[in-house]
């Protein structure tokens, strides 16, 4: 086995990893005119916005799930079981974004968007996988 | 304690694949103030607006219905009930966020045009915190540590 400072170390990389993921973009689209539209952890940023574009955000809150997964992480490294509640609730709050991502991407192509993903999104998924990977590790070790 | 957390976590499981059929959020919305009203349904597996589908409705039952076969397989081993639980909870928690942000766009951005709009969830996402619930309770009794 990988031993349990190489484990708490994987966690603390993934919690890591992730805590960027929430600052970067996590994807956009790029409209006729040049409209862009970016979507965060902490909202959807319109680039270009036109007079026309509906008032609202559509994503104010996607961080606040993965904020809770991370300080559920971040216990892991003193509570095992804290570690794989965090690593593997992370990791379904990502399932829901990646069909979210690709039901976005089916949207954007349609209306001729230039679809793209950015690296919140990349440092999310590496960040939860790597989170998971320590996690299962730290279980295998005694506490 | 082997057989209830056995039949919890099947319940668990069923609920929340149970939930994806039914409706996750239900809106009924005039776009323009002389057009009878639409309803906008969405649940797991699809997304309609009126007697039209979204081709490109998100299938939110792909990630719940993983996070059920987990909550299964967890039946045999009590950490995997524990990892399957969170991971239910977490799909459960993103996806309500995101149904919470897209009930309350739609009412801000069409109250004014319809007065009568009604945006809400649908059982689908209250069957499938029940789940969550379950799952965790089924972690709690499963004797097998």
């Given at each position: 086995?990988?031993?349990?400072?190489?484990?708490?170390?994987?966690?603390?990389?993934?919690?890591?990893?992730?805590a960027?993921?929430?600052?970067?973009p996590?994807?956009?689209?790029?409209?006729?005119?040049?409209?862009?539209?970016?979507v965060?952890?902490?909202?959807?940023?319109v680039v270009?916005?036109?007079?026309?574009?509906?008032?609202?955000?559509?994503?104010?809150?996607?961080?606040?799930?993965?904020?809770l997964?991370?300080?559920?992480?971040?216990?892991g490294?003193?509570?095992?079981?804290?570690?794989?509640?965090?690593?593997?609730?992370?990791?379904?709050?990502?399932?829901?974004?990646a069909?979210?991502?690709?039901?976005?991407?089916?949207?954007?192509?349609?209306?001729?968007?230039?679809?793209?993903?950015?690296?919140?999104?990349?440092?999310?998924?590496?960040?939860?996988?790597?989170?998971?990977?320590?996690a299962?590790?730290?279980?295998?070790?005694?506490a | 304690?082997?057989?209830?957390?056995?039949?919890?976590?099947?319940?668990?499981?069923?609920?929340?694949?149970?939930?994806?059929?039914?409706?996750?959020?239900?809106?009924?919305?005039?776009?323009?103030?002389?057009?009878?009203?639409?309803e906008?349904?969405?649940?797991?597996?699809?997304?309609?607006?009126?007697?039209?589908?979204?081709?490109?409705?998100?299938?939110?039952?792909?990630?719940?219905?993983?996070?059920?076969?987990?909550?299964?397989?967890?039946?045999?081993?009590?950490?995997?009930?524990?990892?399957?639980?969170?991971?239910?909870?977490?799909?459960?928690?993103?996806?309500?966020?995101?149904?919470?942000?897209?009930?309350?766009?739609?009412?801000?951005?069409?109250?004014?045009?319809?007065?009568?709009?009604?945006?809400?969830?649908?059982?689908?996402?209250?069957?499938?915190?029940?789940?969550?619930?379950?799952?965790?309770?089924?972690?709690?009794?499963?004797?097998?540590?």
């Open positions: 086995m990988i031993g349990r400072p190489t484990a708490v170390a994987l966690i603390v990389a993934g919690v890591v990893l992730t960027t993921a929430m600052v970067l996590w994807y956009s689209t790029v409209y006729a005119g040049n409209v862009e539209v970016v965060r952890a902490w909202g959807t940023q270009n916005k036109p007079g026309d574009w509906p008032a609202g955000d559509l994503s104010p809150w996607y961080g606040l799930p993965v904020a997964t991370a300080v559920l992480l971040v216990a490294i003193w509570i095992n079981r804290a570690a794989l509640a965090g690593a593997a609730a992370q990791l379904g709050a990502v399932g829901i974004t069909v979210l991502l690709i039901s976005e991407r089916g949207h954007a192509v349609e209306q001729q968007g230039d679809f793209a993903i950015g690296y919140g999104l990349v440092f999310l998924v590496a960040g939860t996988l790597t989170a998971l990977a320590g299962l590790a730290v279980q295998r070790e005694p | 304690m082997k057989l209830l957390s056995a039949v919890l976590l099947g319940l668990a499981a069923a609920a929340a694949v149970a939930a994806t059929f039914l409706p996750l959020s239900e809106l009924l919305i005039r776009l323009t103030p002389d057009q009878p009203q639409t906008f349904v969405t649940t797991g597996w699809s997304t309609h607006f009126g007697g039209t589908k979204d081709e490109h409705g998100p299938l939110f039952g792909i990630p719940v219905a993983a996070a059920a076969a987990t909550v299964l397989l967890g039946i045999r081993w009590r950490k995997v009930a524990y990892a399957g639980a969170a991971a239910l909870a977490g799909v459960t928690g993103m996806l309500f966020v995101y149904l919470l942000n897209a009930i309350s766009f739609h009412k801000a951005g069409n109250i004014t045009i319809d007065p009568g709009l009604e945006a809400g969830f649908g059982n689908g996402i209250w069957v499938l915190i029940s789940a969550v619930v379950l799952a965790f309770g089924a972690v709690v009794v499963h004797p097998d540590d």
